[in-house]
């Protein structure tokens, strides 16, 4: 079963902020925090990681909290290109075989 | 660079048949996990390949089987197909280095549909 919690559609306006918010109260200090996303009928592209620290790239921000148990995705500036199901997942980054998806969050960005 | 790339891209097979999927990973990564997403839900793990010979299974019967070659290509075999295995199939490549696994990057998918 997947160890994250997720609310299973969110909606944004257009240009706005995004922010995608995820729990894992359970997850392990040698677990990272990867999030994907899944425009329909597509594979699942890779956004960024992340284990303690923020972490930012060309894509998004990734805001951890403190004690860990929960995070948020933040997509600065959404665009409608940016409608997908969003997958938080934790695994072990360099052991893990597998991911194990849930049922992530559906976000649609309104014009 | 290239990304991963998988084919075909879509294909119908009737029940009993026998089907192959490729997919070729991304350059410079040696390690092929495949993934079945059925339709409304979030892809599930097959299996994974590396150094040619597999390497972790999820809950998946015997007749889903694999290969991966030298050049770290892979192939999914599905012998004896039902109707529920209609589904994207995933292909993701990563670089593991001995026991260390990093991020996986996902290929487009082939669409499999079962009559």
């Known amino acids: 079963d997947a160890k994250t919690t997720q609310p299973p559609s969110m909606d944004c306006a257009e240009g706005r902020a995004a922010n995608l918010p995820c729990n894992h109260s359970t997850i392990s200090g040698n677990e990272y925090v990867y999030w994907y996303r899944q425009i329909h009928s597509q594979g699942p592209q890779y956004i960024i990681h992340?284990?303690?620290n923020n972490e930012t790239n060309e894509m998004a921000s990734l805001i951890i909290t403190e004690d860990r148990k929960s995070s948020t995705l933040i997509l600065p500036h959404a665009t409608l290109r940016d409608t997908a199901v969003y997958y938080c997942i934790v695994r072990v980054r360099n052991r893990d075989d597998k991911i194990i998806f849930g049922k992530g969050t559906r976000l649609h960005i309104l014009p | 660079e290239t990304g991963v790339t998988q084919s075909p891209t879509h294909l119908i097979k009737t029940r009993g048949q026998q089907v192959t999927l490729r997919c070729s990973s991304q350059?410079?990564?040696?390690?092929v996990s495949w993934y079945q997403q059925a339709l409304g839900q979030g892809p599930q793990f097959i299996f994974q390949?590396?150094?040619?010979?597999?390497?972790g299974r999820g809950n998946f019967p015997p007749r889903f089987s694999g290969l991966q070659f030298p050049n770290y290509s892979s192939e999914l075999n599905v012998n004896a197909l039902e109707l529920d295995d209609s589904a994207l199939y995933l292909c993701?490549?990563?670089?593991?280095?001995?026991?260390?696994?990093?991020?996986?990057?996902f290929g487009p998918g082939t669409r499999l549909t079962v009559l």
């Open positions: 390949y590396y150094r040619e010979e597999e390497n």
């Open positions: 992340g284990l303690k």
């Open positions: 350059s410079g990564h040696n390690t």
């Open positions: 993701a490549s990563s670089s593991r280095l001995g026991l260390a696994a990093d991020t996986q990057y």
